[in-house]
């Protein structure tokens, strides 16, 4: 069996995106299909639907002998459009290994500040940049996936039978996706490898994979002093104030000082090699902390580029993400509040048990004696786990350097991300002896989820090209 001819895999892609899928994309971010978290509606707005059928239709047009798509529907969930491609070049049957290719197709919402002549809906393209909601993250993917299957044959190489799975819940949390796997069933029997295409790269000059996820845990966490405000003059200094005895438990998890966890079940043994992996690339970054669009003064966490990548991929943190029962500044009156609500958001490290740690904050939120004998609740409203990939065989391993230096010209990358994306864990569990490689194109300034989103259409190429080396060293290993 010859391995494929990587120029020809090369111009196959290279023309595909030129020609075939930056005008699809196009027409793919002009659909607002926003992700059911933020359109309770979806299903009768009809944005995602229009999504589906362009997706699905670019997918039914591609020349794949073999290949059959449809779009699977369950009652009350978002659909997934399926593509289930047999295998090519290969002298086993059908039963043998297979790759599961993942992506997703529903948007963020749009946000504001677009700078001026960008928007979320309509795309513009600026030399390499590809700008407008969802293109990069993920509306890529699905063309991309198929795009590398098909480069595979151009170039005479091979590839084990391939399923493409698209879904459309992914930007909330992939609640659909559960059940949509459950329906797969056996279609996953043999599956070894999962290449998912939702994830960030550093730099856009190598392969950049991503090797584990923290969890999220929010909670609820309200004090109430009294049934009703009253004038701050007759109750200040003999009321105490909700909004201090909420700092006071706040203490209780988190250091004010360094912002260091309290809670030791959120924290978790770090793997030696994932150790190793941090100060390898940490030299690769530039200036880590000066990537965040800092405030006049302000100085960072940590000392260097290791301390920051292990405290933000392999470490707890906490951050107040909203409140109620703070008036804004133009209907605050002088009143001592009845009651203050804050949204506690906390990254838990990959291999922490997000109910664990849920019950662990809960309690020592909770715990007596409480502040002035206040009415304190502390209810967790999400525990989501991490994930951690395997190992990487060494068959893989070997494929993931020589799939970067065929598309990039330089080894790949290893690093943890400090975001949650459930799905990994679903697919994790799924399939728990596959191998796992996550890439993807949010590079630098492609400000995923924020205003000027963009794709850097090289890096899509180069990724499909890498995607494709990879399908063919999965065949011949």
Known sequence: ?????????????AETWAKDIVPALCDFIRIPNVSVAFDPGWAEAGHMALAVKLVADWLRARPIEGATVEVQE?????????VDVPAYGLDRDGDGPAVLLYGHLDKQPPLAEWRTGLGPWEPVREGERLYGRGGADDGYAAFAALSAIEAV??????HSRCLVMIEASEESGSPDLPAHLDRLGDRLAGTDLVIALDSWCWSYDRLWVTTSLRGLLGVELTVEVL????????????????????????DRVEDSATGKILVDALHVDIPEDRLRQIVDVAADLGDLAATYPWASGVEPLGTNNADRLRARTWEPALEVISAEGLPSLQSGGNVLRPKTTAGLSFRLPPSCDAAVAARAVEAALTEPPMPHGAAVTAKATTAEGGWAAPPLAPWLDTAVTAA????FGADPRYVGEGGTIPFMGMLGRSLPDAQFVITGVLGP???AHGPNEFLHIPTGEKVTEAVAHLLDAHARR
Not at 229 to 248: K, T
Not at 404 to 407: E, H, K, L, T
């Open 1 to 13: 069996m010859n391995s494929l001819a990587a120029p020809t895999a090369r111009a196959h892609v």
């Open 74 to 82: 369950i009652p009350g969930c978002t659909p997934v459009v399926l």
């Open 153 to 158: 044959r151009a170039a005479g190489g091979a």
């Open 227 to 250: 049934t009703e405000g009253v004038h701050s003059g007759m109750a200040g200094g003999v009321v105490p104030s909700s909004f201090r005895i909420l700092r006071r438990l706040l």
């Open 404 to 407: 970067s230096q065929a598309a």
């Open 445 to 447: 300034g492609s400000n």
